[in-house]
């Protein structure tokens, strides 16, 4: 970095004799970047037709840089995974809202393969309701559900319900009809421990969009 007007003056004094000794090369570059500015349309276009007739090439060497440095790419995500948690649980949770049924299938595999994880879970969840406050009826759950149209709150897919604590029961939450909100079994594991705003403001601001017209009849861009 320049810091100093000398410095600045002697770099400019460089640069010109250089630019003097190298006028060929300079004007060269100076075209080829008119060039690129004046004609990006068709660059765009040139790389996109390059691209699609050596994606084979260009897929097989960036699979052999990635084998060479594969310790060195691991420890970068790594250390980029400690450093921003937030980003990137949003960003599973975004992925997971739009692969939702890749999702499924890969957790389906999962359970199958690990049984104990889920009776685990069964288990503790059991332990919470016993130990919360309140309590609500099939029928209370089946009229929430019919006023959502039988539709999950946050994604708006027709699946299978189920409830889903807008306080989550291990912080606090009850178990009353009123802290329940219809959701489908995935995007209410999704949602884990967080609470209901918490979580629908993790989606993005479309998703919070779709959700508000779910949850209260109306866009909120309408009032």
């Known amino acids: 970095m ?17 630019r003097a000794e190298h006028l060929n090369e300079t004007r060269d570059i100076n075209r080829r970047s008119s060039l690129k500015r004046n004609h990006s349309d ?20 960036a699979r052999q840089w990635y084998l060479e440095h594969k310790a ?8 980029w995974k400690l450093n921003h948690p937030e980003e990137l649980h949003t960003s599973r949770l975004k992925y997971n809202h739009v692969h939702a049924e890749e999702k499924r299938e890969k957790d389906k595999i999962y359970r199958e393969l690990h049984p104990e994880v889920g009776r685990r879970k069964a288990a503790l969840r059991r332990a919470l309701i016993r130990g919360a406050e309140g309590d609500f009826t099939v029928q209370e759950f089946h009229d929430l ?19 889903d604590h807008k306080i989550p029961l291990i912080n606090g939450g009850s178990n009353f009809i009123d802290n ?30 779709q959700v508000a017209f779910r949850a209260y009849g109306a866009d909120i861009n309408a009032s």
């Open 72 to 79: 060195e790419v691991k420890e970068a995500a790594r250390i």
């Open 2 to 18: 320049l810091t100093t007007l000398e410095e600045k003056e002697r770099h400019a004094a460089y640069m010109r004799q250089y």
């Open 42 to 61: 068709e660059r765009v276009a040139y790389m996109k037709v390059y691209r699609a007739i050596h994606r084979k090439e260009k897929d097989t060497a």
């Open 145 to 163: 559900c019919e006023c959502y149209q039988h539709r999950c709150i946050y994604c708006g897919g027709k699946k299978k319900l189920t409830p």
């Open 180 to 209: 329940i909100v219809p959701a489908c079994l995935h995007c209410n594991c999704s949602k884990r421990i967080k609470t209901f705003a918490d979580y629908v403001g993790s989606l993005g601001d479309d998703i919070i969009k």
